[in-house]
């Protein structure tokens, strides 16, 4: 391609909404143009290097075993009403009406429609194991679209989904799947870790997660130095801390007025009490059910980790009116005493389980006690009691007795157990061998495209510009004329072209009649890897300069060489991302 034909629209200024490096390069290099919120428009640089992630991941899937299939954007919202997801995704989920007065969704996922096929076509254990996979676009309408593609309401995703008839099956196609994700971001490029992370609402058993660890990520990830445990945030599990003993004996409890005071904050300052020395009790509806979560004070209550102990409930806070039927009292004043006889289920984190004594809500408008002793005053068992893991992991916590260490990521793949879930709502069964009617078990697994090329981008770039690496760049490499007006250059510049042209190199060829300054510039913001540029100087001694985007040193080639070495360079970075078979 020549330069000079190509619409690369570069920029000097970015709007004010972008926040990250790799949303304002994009912008500048001309690989994007936002549309609306959340929505963009990929121009030709941009489109070329999702193309190229596109066929990695096409390819490495394919390797495994997987089929790559089409489905449909638009769903009829009856299957995700089977599910009970059309109340999970909530507004996330867009859907609209069609002429003929039926509800649809525009998928920001399609286990749904997945298992929807499979109840229709597979009803034998011989047909099994199956692994399906599309790379589509999805919509979710994000509460907060932003860093530009890494969170936007439009984008590429490929997801796979594998069905299975027993235990053993699944767990060896996620490990395929697993290895088949370390494969895939290494050839992008991408350095990454995987961590353990939770199923939430997706449901299942287990899940994994690719991050790629940098400033601007909004996920945290979670791990002990010595590298033996690392989770994301919603998983990350905390050793119990250990129990408090109080020096005195704790006096009995005592109620305290505290008018409109309800908050932790204005409670603390009101008794001047620590935070850590209050216990927070949180009523929330699951599925029918109301209960109640206890943490500490300073803590932050998980709800991942609640949603699982509750067995993948969907869980979200009580309305005023059930909280004060359950406490007696108005929001802000509900305490662990007797809550476990008006509630289905209590909840208790480790940490209040290890508190000598705490202050809390009276389950009494305006009261609040102090001196509340776990065990004493309120039950740690029972039959609707349970002590648990259930707050956000924070500095200073340990698992297994290690340090525990935060990291800030971008979620760029996820991998999951799904187990049952879809396959009985849907009725996605087969016989097994002795005739035996069973819900296929299934796995699903998916990457963010955009989010490939983004965070690349964000790990990958200096003050200048973007540093590609090679397998996801737009082009290998560029060729930069420096003087176009001088017929000797043009013609050797455009030879070297040629030459790598013709033996299948992906080369831009900058021909446009400006300055070498304004090229040069160009090139370090575009981020092509490798650069060769032909000038009047060095090509009186027969040399033309040979240089990498991400190495400041270039090196003066001979003319005749100059296509070979290019390609052999070429080759010396696409070896660095190649994977082993
Ligand atoms: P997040 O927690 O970041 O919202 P998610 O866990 O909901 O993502 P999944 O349902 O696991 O996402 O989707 C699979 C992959 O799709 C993610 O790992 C991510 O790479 C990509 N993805 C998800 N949401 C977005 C988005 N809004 N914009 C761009 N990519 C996304
Ligand atoms: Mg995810």
């Not at 969170?151 to 099956?169: C, L, P």
């Not at 119990?240 to 409890?253: D, F, G, Q, T, Y």
């Not at 935070?275 to 109640?292: C, N, P, R, S």
Request: proline share 4%; charged share 25%.
């Amino acid at each position: 391609m020549r330069y000079s034909r190509m619409f690369i629209p570069t920029v000097k200024e970015v709007p004010a909404d972008a926040e990250t490096a790799s949303h304002k390069l994009m912008i500048r290099a001309g690989l994007i143009r936002k549309l609306a919120s959340g929505t963009y428009i990929y121009l030709p640089l941009g489109w070329r290097s999702l193309l190229k992630i596109i066929a990695v991941v096409r390819e490495e899937m394919d390797k495994a075993g997987a089929q790559e299939i089409l489905m449909p954007a638009v769903q009829p919202i009856e299957l995700w009403q089977k599910t009970g997801r059309d109340v999970d995704y909530g507004p996330t989920m867009a859907r609209f009406t069609d002429r003929h007065g039926r509800e649809n969704v525009l998928a920001p996922t399609a286990e749904e429609v997945v298992t929807y096929l499979a109840a229709g076509e597979i009803n034998s254990y011989k047909q099994l194991p199956i692994n399906l996979y599309q790379i589509t676009t999805k919509f979710r309408d994000e509460f907060r679209p932003r860093f530009g593609p890494i969170r936007s309401r439009e984008f590429i995703m490929k997801d796979a989904y594998s069905f299975h008839d027993d235990d053993e099956s699944l767990d060896q196609t996620y490990k395929i799947m697993y290895d088949t994700y370390c494969k895939i971001f290494k050839r992008c490029g991408l350095n990454y870790v995987s961590v353990e992370a939770e199923s939430g609402q997706m449901g299942g058993s287990g899940s994994h997660q690719f991050t790629v660890p940098c400033q601007s990520g909004e996920d945290t990830i979670v791990y002990t130095e010595d590298g033996s445990y690392a989770a994301n945030l919603e998983r990350a599990n905390v050793d119990p801390l250990p129990k408090e003993k109080s020096n005195a004996e704790i006096p009995p409890v005592q109620e305290v007025h505290t008018p409109n005071i309800g908050s932790i904050e204005a409670v603390c300052a009101f008794l001047k009490t620590r935070q850590k020395d209050m216990i927070k009790t949180l009523v929330y509806a699951a599925d029918g059910e109301v209960i109640a979560a206890i943490v500490r004070g300073d803590h932050e209550l998980n709800l991942e980790k609640l949603t699982q102990i509750l067995g993948g409930k969907h869980i979200e806070l009580a309305d005023e009116l059930t909280i004060e039927k359950v406490t007696g009292a108005r929001v802000g004043f509900a305490g662990p005493m007797g809550i476990a006889d008006k509630v289905s289920k209590v909840i208790i984190d480790h940490a209040v389980a290890a508190m000598p004594a705490g202050v809390t809500g009276a389950n009494k408008t305006d009261y609040h006690v102090k001196n509340v002793v776990p065990c004493r005053d309120f039950p740690l068992e029972g039959e609707n009691v349970i002590v648990a893991d259930i707050r956000y992991a924070r500095q200073g916590d340990t698992h297994n007795g290690k340090i525990l260490l935060f990291k800030k990521g971008i979620e760029v793949g996820q991998v999951f157990k799904l187990g049952t879930k879809y396959s009985e709502k849907l009725g996605a069964k087969f016989l097994d061998e002795n005739g035996t009617e069973k819900p296929c078990l299934m796995g699903c697994y998916g990457i963010g495209i955009n989010r490939i090329l983004a965070s690349a981008i964000e790990i990958s770039h200096d003050k200048n510009g973007v540093i590609f690496p090679v397998t996801i760049a737009p082009f290998e490499v560029l060729v930069t004329c420096v003087n176009q007006d001088d017929e000797e250059v043009a013609k050797a510049a455009e030879n070297i072209y040629r030459q790598l042209l013709d033996r299948g190199v992906d080369v831009l060829l900058d021909d446009r009649p400006l300055r070498g300054g304004v090229k040069f510039k160009d090139a370090d913001l575009l981020g092509i890897p490798v650069r060769v540029t032909v000038g009047k100087k060095s090509l009186a001694k027969g040399n033309v300069e040979i240089k990498l985007r991400a190495e400041p040193k270039s090196k003066k080639i001979s003319i005749e060489n100059a296509a070979d070495e290019t390609i052999e360079l070429v080759n010396s970075l696409k070896q660095k991302l190649k994977t082993k078979n």
